[in-house]
């Protein structure tokens, strides 16, 4: 077999049921940065395009077959299947191959240039979602050269539109094209290692996600002249409003996955923050904690509950005209099970404004509920496995506050989990965060990256003799 020069591989000393082959993995890590740098260099904010013609060009130079599937041929998906011997339904893993868009002034190195300095890769995507994009590609191309013995078949999918156009990538696959994607179990985007000082902490598995369900707040008044403000000024009733739930400290309510992230996030925390953990879990002392978390770790703190963020005020369009109405769009991340037209109902007493209406939004951007992915299923244990024999930490039960496209496979009888490299928790406070303006991702986690991927993929498809 040849190998193209940017794929040379040194590798496998012969498979066996445990999959103790050993890999050259210096030589394979310098294979991982060229194919994660490339992906980063391609500008993929509003066409998928050059992605998907690199991942067909690197995936059919190692005979592997590659299907095109598009909605918009400028946003197509990439879908590649690695046989397996039938015995077990397929794993699939999957990467977005588009990124958020960039201000290109504010970034210290260019954003596509994947520049390696002071011991991290920095461009758009190198965290969202490059990093498992290549991770998911390379782990293909290696099943494919050592001639794995699989019990599943390993569907490799790269998808466009996640950032913000789902129904031109996931939302495509599942309606026209679930028998080319379906699945036991999924490894996406949503979890990771963190690290704190340079040095792993802990890992996420993403297990559930909260469901997105905006609304506006409308408030209506009369309309008047500025020189004579009245009580019913819309805009004041409105801020009243704003104000009563952006301050609510909505019911905790704990489930299965959030329950053991925070049992086990106390076992791995300074003593100060183990006690907090714990607290939260005792009714007396809980008010007290999710007071601190409200203050000081927003992220924590909306795992608790259903979560409401005023993100858009919208009244008045002259100085002098008291407007007849004004509007507040309100950004509430559900809980999985969130009953939500009683969610609605204690919003309204809460408000207790007949002036103030609650309207939920047309499109309503909601993603369908589904129940959690098992947190002792064989691939969630495989994947603990894995993130101990790579990092040596142990792993943590997510569920993600923000959204993935797992959300569109998990109602489809999809076990999905989400998966990550390693980053520096300090990033998010320092601007080098996933959709930051210096987005960046440590040197050393690309290879440790692949290794974790290989590792889970091969424990979970991997034929058992």
Known sequence: MRFPPAFALFLFAGLCPAYSQTIDWPKVDQEAMQAYQSLVRIDSTTSETGVAEF????????????????????????????????????????????????????????????????????????????????????????????????????????????????????????????????????????????????????????????????????????????????????????????????????????NDTTRTYFEKLAQVSDPEDAKRFRDLLDPAKSAAVRQYLANNEPATYSMLHTSISPNIIQGGFQANVVPSEASATLDIRALPDENLPEFYETMRKLINDPAVEIVQNAAGGRRPAAAPSSITSDVYKALESSYKQVYGVISLPLMGTGATDMSQLRPRGVQCYGVGAARDDEDVLKGFGAHSDQERMPEDSVGKHLRFYWTAVTAIAGAKF
């Not at 520049?115 to 758009?124: K, L, N, Q």
């Not at 179990?185 to 949503?190: P, V």
């Open 55 to 254: 991942l067909k060009k690197t995936l059919e130079a190692e005979g592997i077959p590659v299907t095109i599937v598009a909605k918009d041929p400028a946003r197509p998906n990439v879908i590649a299947r690695i046989k397996g011997n039938g015995s077990k339904k397929p794993l699939l893993i999957l990467g977005h191959s588009d990124t958020v868009k960039i201000d290109a002034a504010k970034w210290t190195f260019p954003p596509f240039s994947a520049t390696r300095d002071g011991g991290y890769v920095y461009g758009r995507g190198t965290l969202d979602d490059k990093s498992n994009l290549f991770a998911a590609l390379m782990t293909t191309v290696l099943l494919k050269r050592s001639g794995a013995k699989l019990d599943r078949d390993v569907i490799f999918v790269s998808e466009a539109g996640e950032e913000g156009a789902s129904g031109l990538g996931i939302g495509y696959l599942v309606s026209e094209h679930f028998p080319e994607i379906e699945a036991e179990a999924c490894l996406a985007e949503g979890g990771g290692v963190i690290r704190r000082g340079g040095v792993a902490r802990f890992a996420t598995i993403q297990t559930m996600e909260k469901r997105p369900s905006g609304v506006r707040l409308v408030a209506k008044g009369p309309s008047g002249h500025g020189s004579r403000p009245t009580q019913s000024n819309a805009i004041a009733h409105l801020s009243q409003a704003v104000a009563k739930v952006a301050f609510w400290d909505p019911p905790m309510r704990l």
